[in-house]
């Protein structure tokens, strides 16, 4: 069992940047594959970005391409999510999620273990 905590999130302006956090307890952490995905107000949660455990082979999701990295130090038992130009559409609650998948996944429900998230607001 993984539990994770994420940290980072805040009010920004719009093109700025924010780096998300998400610290992992347990001693297998390099082979959970790892995401973050997002809920706004009224939506259903989405899929953000996923890296894999050893090789850090990334996915994202189409509307944060470019602009989002999802990064992960093992040895500290931490993923980060460095968002820039960010845009007020990536308002929402960013959450942290672990699998051990052997593949990459984008879905919701392949995702065993989940963080209680953080507030991230992008103003106008």
């Known amino acids: 069992q993984v539990q994770l905590v994420e940290s980072g999130g805040g009010l920004v302006q719009a093109g700025g940047s924010l780096r998300l956090s998400c610290a992992a307890s347990g001693r297998t952490f390099s082979t959970y594959i790892m995401g973050w995905f997002r809920q706004a107000p009224g939506k259903e949660r989405e899929f953000v970005a996923t890296i894999s455990g050893s090789y850090a082979t990334t996915y994202y999701a189409d509307s944060v391409k470019g602009r989002f990295t999802i990064s992960r130090d093992n040895a500290k038992n931490t993923i980060y999510l460095q968002m820039n130009s960010l845009k007020p559409e990536d308002t929402a609650v960013y959450y942290c999620?672990?699998?051990?998948?052997?593949?990459?996944?984008?879905?919701?429900?392949?995702?065993?273990?989940w963080g209680q998230g953080t507030q991230v607001t992008v103003s106008s």
């Open positions: 999620a672990a699998t051990q998948r052997y593949s990459l996944s984008y879905l919701v429900r392949d995702y065993k273990y």
